[in-house]
């Protein structure tokens, strides 16, 4: 006798791979793409009862969106479906890839002309403002996903992550050729809402993979970031195995998090990134100092500070943009907190674009920035959505 599958026992509406592909197709014949797409393996999400449709490019095999069909009723998601927009652009880039040959191996890229920029606003605004291939590399820590109060701010982890997609999306349009998204990420831990109930720790970092991947990075380097030990032990993860010991309550302390490394795709190697910069004299002046990070595991005390809950150390901000980019770039971080990316920048002579939605966080980036850059530089940054930087206060 045949176990009935997941969709069976919930009595989905959509209860197969092929009746998914079929709901799919109808879909992408309303918005007149059905003969420019073909399909991925179809999965089915029974945590938030949706099927997911990859839609793969038929020139090179890429995945270039999805299709998310409700399970229950079999109607399509269209505000998580990738827009019929943004599959017409994936699609003529990707068609436009394949002639990749005819372009001259000698050819450079332009130095970025964005000024120091600050941004109050929601990072997905914001970033359709800047020019396409105007940033040089991304770093940033996105906000966690209802792991305390003061985020609980997504009804549900499927609508966070499509948050992130979009960013990421909007990211990848304006990053350079070949250039590198640095994201640092962790598991987070959902605390039990009573004491019969049991608590859920979710594994974000390999959701956020699975993004960078279908959104056009390819994956490079995982980096282990370690803290003290001890540093774990405020989120109560342990107390109990340490107790009593009993077998099976063993939880391990979390005292690391990942930085997850991705590269803009490129069929060029980075190499040439090196040797078609315009300005070789700043490649060498680039040069990376003794005592860099030889392993893929670095030990960082954890940082703390009154304005913000969960920044993250500038030495980690330092050691990335040293690793990951050229003096004079530009490294926008599009959930820049209290500023601690633009601040690493401006010591290590990059250009920096940070871009906060809480305008408590913005206010308080301004009036850090003056401690980072002279008068004139302070002057010369270009604000949106912000108040002009008073430097009347600066020392001259």
């Not at 945590?47 to 998310?68: D, Q, T």
Request: net charge positive.
């Amino acid at each position: 006798m045949r176990t009935a599958t997941v969709a069976q026992r919930r009595r989905y509406g959509v209860l197969t791979v092929e009746h998914a592909r079929a709901v799919a197709t109808t879909y992408l014949e309303q918005i007149g793409l059905a003969e420019a797409v073909s399909f991925g393996l179809p999965e089915i999400d029974d945590r938030y009862h949706i099927w997911r449709v990859p839609l793969v490019s038929k020139g090179p095999r890429e995945v270039v969106g999805e299709v998310v069909i409700d399970a229950r009723t079999s109607l399509v998601h269209e505000d998580k479906t990738t827009s019929k927009h943004v599959l017409e652009q994936r699609l003529l880039r990707r068609k436009g890839e394949t002639s990749r040959k005819s372009r001259p191996r000698n050819k450079r890229y332009r130095l970025s002309a964005l000024r120091n920029t600050i941004a109050c606003g929601d990072a997905e605004e914001i970033l359709q403002q800047l020019p396409e291939e105007s940033v040089d590399l991304v770093f940033t820590s996105p906000p966690y996903y209802n792991a305390r109060p003061e985020y609980a701010e997504y009804i549900t982890y499927e609508e966070y992550l499509l948050k992130m997609r979009k960013v990421i999306q909007l990211c990848h349009r304006v990053l350079n050729e070949g250039r590198f998204f640095v994201m640092n990420v962790s598991p987070i831990l959902i605390r039990r809402a009573s004491r019969s109930a049991s608590s859920k720790r979710i594994a974000v970092p390999f959701d956020m993979h699975r993004l960078f991947v279908e959104e056009g990075f390819d994956f490079i380097d995982d980096i282990i970031w370690e803290k003290p030990e001890g540093a774990g032990w405020a989120t109560g993860r342990g107390r109990r195995f340490a107790a009593d010991r009993t077998p099976l309550q063993y939880k391990p302390v979390p005292v690391t998090e990942y930085l997850l490394v991705y590269r803009k795709h490129t069929e060029r190697l980075i190499d040439w990134n090196i040797r078609a910069h315009p300005k070789p004299e700043l490649v060498r002046a680039s040069k990376v100092p003794d005592g860099y990070e030889r392993t893929n595991v670095w030990r960082i005390k954890p940082a703390h500070d009154k304005k913000h809950p969960a920044v993250f150390p500038e030495e980690l901000a330092t050691k990335v943009i040293t690793y990951y980019s050229f003096v004079g770039d530009v490294v926008l971080d599009p959930f820049a907190g209290v500023g601690t990316v633009g601040r690493a920048a401006a010591k290590l002579n990059r250009r920096f674009v940070l871009i906060e939605i809480n305008p408590e966080y913005t206010q308080e980036i301004l009036r850090r920035a003056k401690t980072w850059l002279s008068k004139d530089e302070v002057q010369d940054v270009f604000l949106i959505n912000c108040p002009p930087i008073s430097v009347d206060d600066m020392l001259l």
